[in-house]
């Protein structure tokens, strides 16, 4: 064990270095799962409002969109939060500044252009996915609230994305678990109509995530 020790011990960091990674990992991970868990509590809470699933497979096509945008995002803050990590180690703040606006344009022109289609196309969207009828209007209802959610979510995604780069995954993380509790308090109240709120079925999951998009761009 001492010689496999030994043999090892170049390839092996310190506690400390082990401890920073972790502390970097470990907020990262939590904020991707909450991205990831998002949109499945509308689909899980939708899924009680009928015997036959028509709600829950509404909002599940209707959130198949939802995917694409994240990954055209994920890819594009991912790309320049390496370039702002790499400037602000050099403190170069004005090409860091310049980057994260750069970045922020093309975020808000990818969100623009899913509003658009996900708005002004919501049918034809869905009927790409399923042919029902039922389903279709349902989530025709879903999409043309929760098509707005597209620009925020573009402004949050490009924020939390730059902060970390800073190191400040903390603080992303935090918001990301605030707006997963405030989408779920919502839909739960705006779906079922409890205490005193309206019962609004699918359009009240819509508001619910539109509601936490606002509440996480802030």
């Known amino acids: 064990m001492r010689r496999l020790r030994d043999t090892l011990r170049p390839w092996l960091g310190s506690g400390a270095f082990y401890k920073s990674a972790l502390g970097v990992m470990l907020p990262v991970t939590v904020q991707q799962l909450i991205n990831n868990l998002f949109n499945m509590v509308d689909n899980l ?3 009680s409002l009928d015997m036959e699933g028509l709600a829950m497979s509404a909002v ?5 969109p939802s995917f694409l945008f994240q990954s055209f995002l994920f890819g594009l803050a991912g790309g320049a939060g390496l370039l702002i990590s790499q ?4 403190k170069d703040r004005r090409a860091c500044m310049g980057i994260f606006w750069s970045e922020m344009a093309l975020g808000l022109a990818n969100g ?3 509003f658009l289609l996900m708005f002004g196309l919501p049918e034809t969207v869905m009927r790409i996915f399923v042919t029902d009828s039922r389903t279709v209007a349902l989530g025709v209802a879903y999409l043309r609230i929760v098509s707005f959610s597209y620009l925020p979510a573009a402004v949050s ?6 902060l970390r780069s800073l190191g400040q995954n903390r603080t992303s993380m935090m918001v990301s678990l605030g ?3 405030v989408n779920a308090a919502l839909n739960y109240l ?4 409890a205490l005193g709120f309206p019962r609004l079925g699918v359009r009240g999951a819509a508001w619910g995530t539109l509601i936490a998009r606002l509440f996480e761009m802030c």
């Open 45 to 47: 809470m939708v899924g």
């Open 60 to 64: 599940s096509v209707a959130n198949k």
């Open 87 to 90: 400037y602000y180690g050099a």
């Open 112 to 114: 623009a252009i899913f």
């Open 157 to 162: 995604g490009v924020c939390i994305f730059a």
């Open 179 to 181: 707006s997963m509790a």
């Open 190 to 193: 705006l779906i079922f109509g």
